[in-house]
């Protein structure tokens, strides 16, 4: 079975489309969203596809009550936890999701899970701790790599294959990046002066 996970859209939705057409061409039978919606728009997209998803909530995710309403719309494909980590099983693999890394390599190094997913960085990666495969897919925004990501994991194989995105878009502009400077500047200049 293979199954996509997709971490952080941030209301990318032109990335996101992209996303959805290369899964159904892919064959998945199964998304796995790791949060970070941020609205109700981008879970239209997931509840509307023909592919089933389930997820779990980000730090991003504003619109929790329009969003848990949207998966609850009858013939919705998207099904929402009510936590920011889940439990779910496919063809007898065990797997933990989450948005935040501290907790998924904490799941991993268990030993209780085949495989344990997780967002939050926009960092792809991928390693093993056991016998259990640890990823974090990436970003489908792209606003802080410049690259949209996500993965693919086949339940039978224990492998996962990551996808970058072609003609994907992003908001990380020359302008965002110097802007992004001077704010963590000012954020730690102030940090570090408050006592």
Not at 178 to 187: L, T
Request: aromatic fraction near 10%; charged fraction near 25%; include cysteine.
């Amino acid at each position: 079975m293979k199954i996509a996970i997709l971490s952080d859209v941030h209301e990318n939705s032109h990335n996101l489309i992209l996303a959805l057409k290369t899964i159904e061409e892919k064959e998945c039978e199964q998304i796995l969203f790791l949060g970070d919606f941020m609205n109700n728009g981008i879970a239209k997209f997931f509840a509307s596809f023909k592919i089933p998803t389930f997820a779990v909530w980000g730090n991003n995710d504003g619109e929790r009550a329009m969003i848990t309403k949207t998966s609850l719309t009858p013939g919705s494909n998207l099904t929402v936890s009510d936590s920011v980590y889940d439990f779910v099983e496919f063809e007898g693999k065990k797997i933990f999701i989450t948005h935040y890394p501290d907790i998924a390599r904490s799941m991993a190094k268990s030993g209780d899970f085949d495989a344990v997913f997780c967002g939050h960085s926009h960092e792809k990666s991928e390693e093993k701790i056991g016998n259990c495969l640890l990823v974090n897919p990436g970003e489908i925004s792209a606003h802080k790599t410049g690259e949209a990501t996500f993965a693919i994991w086949d339940t039978e194989e224990n492998k996962v294959e990551f996808i970058t995105l072609e003609n994907s878009i992003t908001l990380l502009t020359k302008e965002v990046e110097e802007f992004r400077k001077n704010i963590d500047f000012v954020y730690s200049h102030t940090k570090r002066h408050k006592k």
